[in-house]
């Protein structure tokens, strides 16, 4: 666990999060998730089992629990508030806003299938890129103060391509590599992002 910007942010594996907003629980893409405490917001990126992972859903999931995803994600769970690119959600204080995230030279994510999301928790912006290379629209997301980013290569950005997109397109205050560690990638891969980076970076 680390607090960056003011924001308590738990790594839960591989692309998986929690973050802390005063006694609410927002989990993104929690895979293989450990037992803890449940979760007011649960954000699906997109359906791959990486990502998607029902099992890691229901140990989280209580009653009132919201969970937002992209069309794919409804097949593989009950209760999905679909949202697709461009979309806004504001749940109490939390702002949550869909947005793009896909390949541009591979085949495993197209434009659609996935989204990213920006959560806005007073007033500071939160970024996790989901599954994407670097593309276009990562100039137009505005001020963003933590950036979650992919950093493993193969199905995502390398390393190489999360810091320029760090430095030259994002430019958050603070990042984290993500998407490491367990089907692609190792930890010198957020090790290389963090010595290419020019912002302050937290490995978790």
Do not use: W
């Not at 999060?17 to 979760?39: L, N, Q, T, Y």
């Not at 989901?130 to 963003?144: H, Q, Y």
């Not at 933590?146 to 999360?162: D, K, N, Q, R």
């Not at 205050?173 to 560690?181: D, E, L, N, Q, S």
């Amino acid at each position: 666990m680390a607090v960056i910007e003011g924001i308590e942010i738990q790594h839960i594996g591989h692309s998986g999060f929690r973050i802390m907003h005063e006694s609410k629980a927002i989990c993104i893409d929690p895979f293989k998730a450990p037992k803890g405490g449940p979760a007011d917001i649960i954000l699906i990126t997109h359906e791959h089992f990486d990502h998607c992972d029902e099992d890691s859903v229901e140990r989280l999931r209580k009653e009132s629990t919201t969970i937002i995803g992209p069309a794919g994600v409804k097949a593989k769970l009950q209760g999905v508030t679909v949202i697709s690119a461009g979309g806004q959600k504001v749940i109490g204080d939390i702002a949550i806003e869909a947005v793009p995230a896909y390949n541009r030279n591979k085949p495993y994510h197209p434009k659609g299938l996935g989204v990213g999301y920006v959560i806005t928790i007073d007033g500071r912006r939160i970024y996790h890129a989901g599954d994407t290379d670097r593309i276009p629209e990562m100039k137009s997301l505005g001020s963003i103060d933590i950036a979650l980013l992919p950093v493993s290569g193969t199905y995502t950005m390398t390393a190489e391509e999360a810091a320029a997109a760090a430095n030259e397109d994002i430019r958050p205050k603070a990042a984290v590599p993500m998407h490491y560690g367990v089907i692609t990638g190792s930890k010198s891969d957020a090790e290389k992002f963090k010595r290419l980076c020019n912002c302050e970076v937290t490995i978790i």
